[in-house]
């Protein structure tokens, strides 16, 4: 089956840094990719949806400018955060769906902890 | 705008017992589609059972099935012989079949955290 990959699966930094997160769609084309963030025991919250060659469609309350993204192929999106800060510190989870099927395909996850 | 929401925030079943976890949600539209995901201690998102709402049989995949009620707007989710495995959050989600289709953004309800007891 289709799988999506993410890297890295866990990644620490300081405070003010910025951390770049990928998200691969390794047997298929996406041309749209999702970004949720999720905090422990809750749900997922979508931040953005990713669409290749063009600007991401930020969610409502989403910073575009501390959350960038980019889709720059038909497989890989990044999501960076920059200036990160403590309360930036969360779980980072993609997804990807293929054109006409109506199943999205999720990555393992990226935990962040920004000291 | 479509809502998706679980109630109940826990619960647990006896291994070998069947249990069913309740969704309900709320939309103006017709098309759509509703999903159940599984998310274990590994954070990994899984696909139990989708159902298309314009098809009036409910969803089966082996020990999951769905009661499906488009006019309560009610997709609640049995599973049947419960086993350790099924220990896990499960979240109900909501995707509109208009424009987009699967590039529609999914809506999540707030997640149940089951356990399963030996």
């Known amino acids: 089956g289709a799988v999506v990959s993410q890297h890295p699966s866990w990644v620490i930094c300081k405070s003010g840094t910025s951390v770049k997160i990928e998200c691969r769609s390794l047997?298929?084309?996406?041309?749209?990719m999702f970004w949720y963030r999720q905090f422990p025991k809750q749900s997922l919250m979508l931040m953005a949806t990713?669409?290749?060659?063009?600007?991401?469609?930020?969610e409502q309350g989403v910073e575009k400018d501390k959350f960038l993204i980019n889709h720059a192929s038909l497989t890989l999106s990044t999501l960076t955060v920059t200036s990160a800060h403590p309360e930036d510190s969360s779980f980072y989870i993609c997804s990807a769906s293929i054109p006409g099927a109506l199943k999205e395909y999720f990555g393992p996850g990226t935990r962040l902890t920004v000291l | 705008a479509q809502t998706v929401t679980q109630s109940q925030p826990e619960m647990s079943v006896q291994e070998a017992e069947t249990v069913t976890l309740s969704c309900t949600y709320d939309?103006?539209?017709?098309?759509?589609?509703l999903f159940w995901y599984k998310q274990p201690p590994s954070r990994q998102m899984i696909l139990v059972i989708r159902q298309e709402a314009y098809k009036q049989q409910n969803a089966t995949e082996n020990r999951f099935s769905v009661n499906f009620q488009k006019a309560a707007k009610s997709f609640s989710l049995k599973i049947s012989d419960s086993q350790l495995g099924d220990a896990a959050m499960y979240f109900c989600a909501y995707r509109s079949a208009g424009r987009g289709g699967a590039n529609s953004k999914l809506t999540f309800g707030k997640g149940i955290t089951l356990s399963v007891r030996p």
């Open positions: 990713s669409n290749e060659g063009s600007k991401a469609t930020y």
């Open positions: 939309t103006s539209e017709s098309d759509y589609y």
């Open positions: 047997d298929f084309q996406a041309t749209t």
